[in-house]
């Protein structure tokens, strides 16, 4: 299984990006899709969540309005649209599948997770 996730970078305060995380060795049509940070010196922090038929989300308070997580399970996909940066959202943002059968439960718990990919750096100038 291998989740890769790319489309980090520098960008200014009030700017946006596009992360993606493509998915292999799994029917990723099975998975809960979740992003997460991690900034330096801070424990890993759920960011969003999208259910395996995209018909479910769930996002952190802190980032709910800003950003938005898709999928595209043709494209074996997920998305994280991040709009109206802040400095404060600088960290490593990882994606990572949670696999249910039958349901979703949208989990915002990192141990709920069965594979991460590597992290995208997200640097944002004040």
């Known amino acids: 299984v291998q989740l890769q996730a790319s489309g980090g970078g520098l960008v200014q305060s009030g700017g946006s990006l596009r992360l993606s995380c493509a998915a292999s060795?799994?029917?990723?049509?099975?998975?809960?899709m979740g992003w997460f940070r991690q900034a330096p010196g801070k424990d890993r922090e759920f960011i969003a969540v999208i259910s395996w038929s995209g018909t479910g989300t769930d996002y952190a308070d802190s980032v709910k309005g800003r950003f938005t997580i898709s999928r595209d399970n043709a494209k074996r996909t997920v998305y994280l649209q991040m709009n109206n940066l802040k400095p404060e959202d600088a960290a490593v943002y990882y994606c990572a599948a949670d696999r249910q059968v039958l349901t979703s439960r949208k989990s915002r718990l990192p141990d709920d997770y069965d594979y991460w990919g590597q992290g995208t750096q997200v640097t944002v100038s004040s």
């Open positions: 060795g799994l029917i990723f049509s099975q998975y809960d």
